[in-house]
Nanobody, 128 residues
Framework: QVHLVESGGGWVQAGGSLRLSCIVS????????MAWFRQAPGKEREGVGC????????YYARFVKARFSISRNNAKSTLYLQMDDLEPEDTATYYC?????????????????????WGQGTQVTVSS
């Protein structure tokens, strides 16, 4: 059974930083492309960024504006999202998920399709 457990969220003032983690079990982590997503109240879920199997390729949504960085530790089956210079607009629940693809597009990045595995998410609240 596949489990994804996100952690590291919390409350932070604008301009602050947080590091999210996602521990994955039940699948061979380094066989999967991974992505971070977020969902704000009343809004649809949106992709934040993706990373390939070995971590050498990463792409981000345009709203990231070089403030976030995705990384992974395959030995620990863990995905990370370092978020700096946070803005109130970043307030959302953040999720990680395995996805089909990780490619660059004119709009940011393309992940194809999620594989249907989701965790509970971790809440990030940024105050102005």
């Amino acid at each position: 059974q596949v489990h994804l457990v996100e952690s590291g969220g919390g409350w932070v003032q604008a301009g602050g930083s947080l590091r999210l983690s996602c521990i994955v079990s039940g699948l061979n982590f380094d066989d999967f492309i991974m992505a971070w997503f977020r969902q704000a109240p009343g809004k649809e879920r949106e992709g934040v960024g993706c990373i390939n199997w070995g971590g050498s390729t990463k792409y981000y949504a345009r709203f990231v504006k070089a403030r976030f960085s995705i990384s992974r530790n395959n030995a620990k089956s863990t995905l990370y999202l370092q978020m700096d210079d946070l803005e109130p607009e970043d307030t959302a629940t953040y999720y990680c998920a395995p996805v089909r693809d990780c490619a660059l597009t004119s709009g940011g990045f393309y992940y194809g399709k999620d594989l249907g595995y989701w965790g509970q998410g971790t809440q990030v609240t940024v105050s102005s």
